[in-house]
């Protein structure tokens, strides 16, 4: 399987949406590139901001998927820090 690909992300994110019924937010650390794939090799998507809010479809090994505004992608979780109970950020549409 290419390593760009979101295959095993797709039903992990579901059923994370399900055991909580609502998507976890996480802060970004310091400023960090969204990629289109869970691998530093894939493509770069979009630079978030340090102190962006980010919400949480699913993490698996070192990779979350995740939603920044308008933007989806895959950040590393070692730039992820753990928010309760804050609104996610993002760019406006």
Known sequence: ???????????????LDQELGTRP???VQGEVMM????SFSCERK??????????LHACQGDWCLVSYGTETGYLP???LDRVPNL??????E
Not at 46 to 55: F, H, K
Not at 87 to 92: F, M, S, V
């Open 1 to 15: 399987m290419d390593e760009c690909s979101s295959a095993g992300f797709s039903a992990r994110a579901a059923n």
């Open 25 to 27: 937010l996480a802060e």
């Open 87 to 92: 609104a996610p950020d993002g760019p406006e």
């Open 46 to 55: 979009y630079l978030i901001p340090a102190g962006g809010t980010v919400q």
């Open 77 to 79: 979780v070692a730039a």
């Open 35 to 38: 990629r289109i794939g869970p």
